[in-house]
């Protein structure tokens, strides 16, 4: 359940940067949580939301101490709550429907286009990977519902990232199979994967 209003994220392109920047931010200003560390490609990420005052005023200053070593950040004022719950964690809702997939190169990228989707649109996020290992260094994010709403999601998220000169790759299933939404309900991740039998021929 959402309980700040304001989210940020800031991404660094090397560590030590990151490190130096998120002890400036956290000096700066009474923010009410930061979660931060390295993830692939040899970044350093920074997630930390609380007041909207307070936000700003730490995402300034990680920009102005990161300096050239950022390499995307975002700051959402009011975030919507499905990306505050995804984002920290909560446990996600499953669903039939259309799928979209929205694969970023950035962690900040494919919250954006999140952001923009979930405020457009009815749809349900399903998960989003900020990342996370296997990722190098993107962000992918998973949509569930009605196929003109799906539709509709990526092209507000693909209008989002264009206006900030992003791009993003897409995919849109309109009828997924049962089997693969059984999978896609627990993670994208292969390693927290088990095998699923399924009716097919063996050997045998």
């Known amino acids: 359940m959402k309980t700040h209003p304001a989210l940020a994220i800031v991404e660094f392109s090397d ?6 920047a998120t002890d400036a931010l956290l000096k700066k200003a009474p923010i009410a949580f930061v979660k931060c560390g390295t993830i692939t490609r040899g970044r350093y990420l920074a997630l930390f939301g609380g007041s909207t005052a307070s936000v700003e005023e730490a995402m300034a200053e990680a ?3 990161g300096g050239d070593a950022v390499l995307d950040r975002l700051l959402l004022a009011d975030v919507h709550p499905r990306v505050y719950d995804a984002i920290l964690g909560t446990p996600r809702a499953g669903g039939n429907g259309s ?3 929205i694969e970023t190169d950035t962690v900040a990228s494919n919250v954006r286009a999140a ?3 979930l405020k457009a649109t009815s749809v349900d996020l399903l998960e989003i990977r900020l990342a996370d290992s296997g990722l190098s260094g993107k962000g992918v994010s998973l949509y569930l519902g009605p196929l003109h709403e799906i539709e509709e999601a990526v092209a507000v998220a693909a209008r989002a990232l264009d206006a900030h000169g992003l791009a993003a790759r897409s995919r849109i299933i309109p009828a997924p199979h049962d089997s693969l939404l059984a999978q896609l309900g627990r993670s994208t991740w292969f390693e927290s994967q088990h095998v699923l039998e399924l009716e097919g021929e063996d050997a045998g």
């Open 99 to 101: 799928l979209a997939i």
């Open 15 to 20: 560590i030590p940067a990151g490190i130096f």
């Open 63 to 65: 920009l102005a101490q």
């Open 115 to 117: 952001e923009a989707a």
